[in-house]
C-alpha cells in the first residue's frame, strides 16, 4: 500500500545504501541486512536476538512479534521505541514524518536525464509518451495536460477502433484466430480471444505482430493531423 511504490528502489541498492550508512556511524559493530519477507521477520525465529528497535507507528507490530515468539517458545524481546524525526517543511499531501513516500512525492514532475535533441526528429509536434501501470493517474495527467492545449491520442481507443469489422486489424485477427472469436453481429468477442492468448506466449506474440503495427500506424496518423492544427498541435500526448 506504499504511495508511489514504482518510484521505490530496489531492495539492492536500499540495503547498500543501509550499510554504507550504518558502517559510517559505528564501524565497529556487525550489521546482518535481511530482507523481510514476512511482517515479522527473523525477530519472530532467532534466539540469538534479544532486544528491537521500534517507532511509535510500529510498536504495535513489536507486541505483535513477541506474541509470535512466546507462540515460537522464545523469550519476549526488549522493545526499544524511538521518537520520530518531523519534516519541517512538508506539505499538505506528505506525512508529517521524515519519509521517503513524500520524497518520492517531491520526485513527481523531475526529469530523470536531461533532455537531448534528436536531429532525426522534427521539432515540431512534441511527441510525449504518457505510460504507467493500472491506477496510476494516465487519465488524470492526460486530461490535465489536453486542457492545457495538447493534443490527445488515447492509443486504448485506437486499439479498439483496430479491432471492429472493417478496422485495420480485424480480418487479420480472424483469420489467425477462428471465425469462433467472433459474435453474431460479426464483432470481435475479445473474451473469446483474450481466452485463446492467455498464457499462450506464442499466440500472444502473434496477436500483437497484427495489432500494434497498425495502432502504430493510427497514432502516426493523428500525429500527423495535430502538426496540421498549427500552434495546437505544438504538444501531443500519447496514452
Known sequence: ?????????PYELRAAKLREFLCDVQPSLHYDIVPLLDP?????TDPELHCLVVS?????GGDAVNQKRLQNGL?????????????????????????????RQRLLGTLLQPLQKDHALPTRPYVIGLTGGTGSGKTSIAKYLEELGAFLIDADRLGHAAYVPGGPAHEQVVAAFGREILNEDGTINRKVLGAKVFGN???????TDIVWPEIA???????????????????????
Open 1 to 9: 500500500d506504499k504511495v508511489l511504490r514504482e518510484l521505490i528502489e
Open 40 to 44: 515479522c521477520g527473523p525477530a519472530a
Open 217 to 239: 500506424r493510427m497514432v502516426k496518423q493523428q500525429v500527423g493531423e495535430a502538426d496540421a492544427l498549427g500552434n495546437r498541435g505544438a504538444a501531443v500526448v500519447v496514452r
Open 75 to 103: 523469550s519476549e524481546l526488549s522493545l526499544y521505541e524511538i521518537v520520530l524525526l518531523k519534516d519541517p517543511i512538508h506539505s499538505e499531501s506528505e506525512e508529517e514524518k521524515v519519509s521517503s513516500s513524500s520524497l
Open 201 to 207: 506466449q506464442e499466440r500472444l506474440k502473434a496477436l
Open 56 to 60: 511509535e507507528e510500529t510498536r504495535r
